[in-house]
């Protein structure tokens, strides 16, 4: 099946731009989407088809997605954006829906 | 607006059974393929079953074959995940979320019921 790795710990100051990687074979050949995760709320996309943003997610969330690596790029991080993100794929071979491992991101 | 609104969580002993509810809203329930997906503690999300939108087609992730069936009521506007045989590794918090199959994402989640299956 599919893997994608992601880093556990995204540290960042308030202002600064936080990069959360997820890796995986050929992924710039894929679509990625990612998700923020708060606890007790519903996960929200808040990127997809790897650059795109649903209606409602600020401009600061932008993705990017090429060779091994695609990113989901924090602009102007705020106190509010401390979540845990998750990048997703298709994958037709196995389970359709393939998360990363998740990557904890904490607002200094 | 749209709303997914999970039920059904509890504590469960092991070999137990149970069935999760998701009632949805502001949107057209038979026009989308519906998921559960669901996170263990301290673990990340995992996809665990789908259904098409006239319940014709269903998947599952290989760890619930046979013991998990997923059904929706277009009627009630409402999903629904029977889990039998509960094991220790079933323990999650279990989201339902709307399939966007066009661009293959999960577009939209309700905030997850929990289950705790204990000896």
């Known amino acids: 099946s599919y893997v994608l790795t992601q880093p556990p710990s995204v540290s960042v100051a308030p202002g600064q731009t936080a990069r959360i990687t997820c890796a995986g074979y050929n992924i710039g050949k894929r679509s990625v989407h990612w998700y923020q995760l708060k606890p007790g709320q519903a996960p929200l996309l808040v990127v997809y088809d790897s650059t795109d943003r649903p209606p409602g997610i600020p401009e600061r969330f932008s993705g990017s997605n090429s060779g091994n690596t695609a990113t989901l790029t924090i602009s102007w991080v705020e106190a509010g954006d401390e979540a845990d993100y998750y990048c997703q794929v298709w994958d037709s071979n196995s389970d359709p829906y393939v998360f990363g491992s998740g990557t904890k991101v904490s607002v200094l | 607006e749209v709303q997914l609104v999970e039920s059904g969580g509890a504590l469960v002993q092991r070999g137990g059974s149970l069935r999760l509810s998701c009632v949805v809203s502001g949107f057209t329930f038979t026009s989308h393929w519906m998921s559960w997906v669901r996170q263990a503690p301290g673990k990340g999300l995992e996809w665990v079953a789908n259904?098409?939108?006239?319940?014709?087609?269903?998947y599952y992730v290989d760890s619930v074959k046979g013991r998990f069936t997923i059904s929706r009521d277009n009627a009630r506007n409402s999903l629904y995940l029977q889990m039998n045989s509960l094991r220790d590794e079933d323990t999650a918090v279990y989201y339902c979320?709307?399939?966007?199959?066009?661009?293959?994402?999960?577009?939209?989640w309700g905030r997850g019921t929990q289950v705790t299956v204990s000896s």
């Open positions: 979320a709307r399939d966007d199959f066009y661009n293959s994402c999960l577009d939209f």
């Open positions: 259904i098409k939108e006239d319940g014709s087609e269903k």
